[in-house]
């Protein structure tokens, strides 16, 4: 009896811990920004980003996609990422609409400075897009892409500022063409819960795509350390952005694992 007494009380310990741990997890936003953050997700975590997003574009034409993320924190410090752009939609003023499936992409992000230069927090990143949606339906290139980013971060009291610089090798039937990116974000907390940000970002122009200068402004809400909300616009600045888009997305932590 005075073992099961003893034992009882131990199992009642180790689940109040784990509940502990489980409690403990805090989400790591990406959304709804191009820029990516230098910090990963926590070790043990697994993470999804969602959102939905309708694009309207110079030509009168419009795109709908519903860009989703899960990321997983392997150990401290590296995560590994599975993303897509999700269920895709082309509207066309005078042709029938498309849709289907976006591609799938593979990514691997460590950051492996902490508080250094200034107090930034550095990171790299890599990501491999499969040609796995329609190339037919004018979904996908048709063929795979590669992407290698440098993230800087740091934190001023309740201010965050993340800059991006990137290099991606857009596949092409007889090679690959270098398209360069950037992005300067900045975001605010007004209270435990509100939180807005702005961001600029960039894509250079290649032999098949034109240069795509935007902005995005967005408002988030933190409903707990596990689930944040938010909803903005990108707004283009150049003839090769989009006019606008609207978006509205969450960021969840769906669980441990693995403990670390």
């Known amino acids: 009896m005075r073992l099961s007494i003893v ?3 131990l199992m009642t310990l180790c689940c109040g811990a784990l509940k502990a741990q489980e409690a403990a997890i805090e989400v790591n936003p990406n ?6 953050p230098s910090l990963t997700t926590q070790s043990g975590v697994a993470e999804v980003e969602f959102g939905v997003q309708q694009s309207y574009l110079r030509d009168e034409s419009t795109a709908f996609s519903s ?3 899960l990321k997983l924190g392997i150990v401290k410090d590296f995560e590994v990422r599975v993303s897509s752009n999700g269920y895709l939609r082309y509207g066309y003023p005078d ?3 498309v849709s289907g499936p976006a591609d799938l992409a593979l990514g691997l992000q460590w950051c492996f400075i902490h ?5 930034a927090d550095m990171a790299v990143q890599f990501t491999h897009k ?6 037919s ?3 996908s290139s048709g063929e795979a892409d590669n992407t290698l980013g440098f993230f800087i971060s ?3 009291g309740k201010n965050h500022v993340d800059i991006n610089v990137l290099e991606t090798w857009l596949g092409q039937p007889d090679g690959t063409i270098r398209q360069p990116a950037a992005a300067l974000s900045a975001s605010h907390g007004f209270t435990d819960v509100w939180s807005m940000g702005g961001e600029v970002y960039t894509l250079g122009a290649t032999r098949v795509t034109s240069r795509i200068v935007s902005n995005l402004w967005y408002v988030a809400y933190k409903v707990s350390s596990r689930l944040v909300l938010d909803t903005g616009v990108d707004i283009g600045l150049n003839q090769g952005a989009q006019k606008y888009s609207v978006f509205a997305g969450l960021t969840y932590g769906i669980g441990r694992f693995h403990r670390p």
């Not at 499969?130 to 190339?135: D, E, H, K, N, P």
């Open 7 to 9: 034992g009882i009380g």
């Open 137 to 139: 339906k004018g979904l």
């Open 95 to 97: 042709e029938p609409a």
């Open 154 to 156: 740091r934190d001023f």
């Open 115 to 119: 508080d250094g230069l200034l107090g």
């Open 67 to 69: 860009p989703t993320l």
């Open 31 to 36: 959304r709804p920004t191009f820029a990516s």
């Open 130 to 135: 499969f040609a796995t949606a329609s190339a």
